[in-house]
């Protein structure tokens, strides 16, 4: 059974950083796209960052230029460095990853951590 699992979450101040890792187990990451998600209390789950198997990244405009998204296919894992945390950043995120050429047959959620950002 595939797994994705999220860690590195927790409470940041605003300004602070934090690092998410998000490891795959039972699947070959290098053929997906992977994104990571976010959804905070009564909001939309929201694309936050994505990086297609090809290395071409995406970022949602509200966290252009703070956050990071790599993959190391080596050891089937895929990051989120977050800066400059603001409170509005708080959210359970999550790791998702599609395969390349068959999305809709290849498709998988972790199961979330949760990021707070307060003082």
């Known amino acids: 059974q595939v797994q994705l699992v999220e860690s590195g979450g927790g409470l940041v101040q605003p300004a602070g950083s934090l690092r998410l890792s998000c490891a795959a187990s039972?699947?070959?990451?290098?053929?997906?796209?992977m994104s990571w998600y976010r959804q905070a209390p009564g909001k939309q789950r929201e694309l936050v960052a994505a990086?297609?198997?090809?290395?071409?990244?995406n970022y949602v405009d509200s966290v252009k230029g703070r956050f990071t998204i790599s993959r190391d296919n080596t050891k089937n894992t895929v990051y989120l460095q977050m800066n400059s945390l603001k409170p509005e950043d708080t959210a359970v995120y999550y790791c998702?990853?599609?395969?390349?050429?068959?999305?809709?047959?290849?498709?998988?959620w972790g199961q979330g951590t949760q990021v707070t950002v307060s003082s």
């Open positions: 039972r699947v070959d990451i290098s053929l997906y796209d």
């Open positions: 990086v297609t198997s090809g290395g071409i990244k």
């Open positions: 998702n990853g599609r395969h390349s050429r068959y999305p809709t047959l290849f498709h998988f």
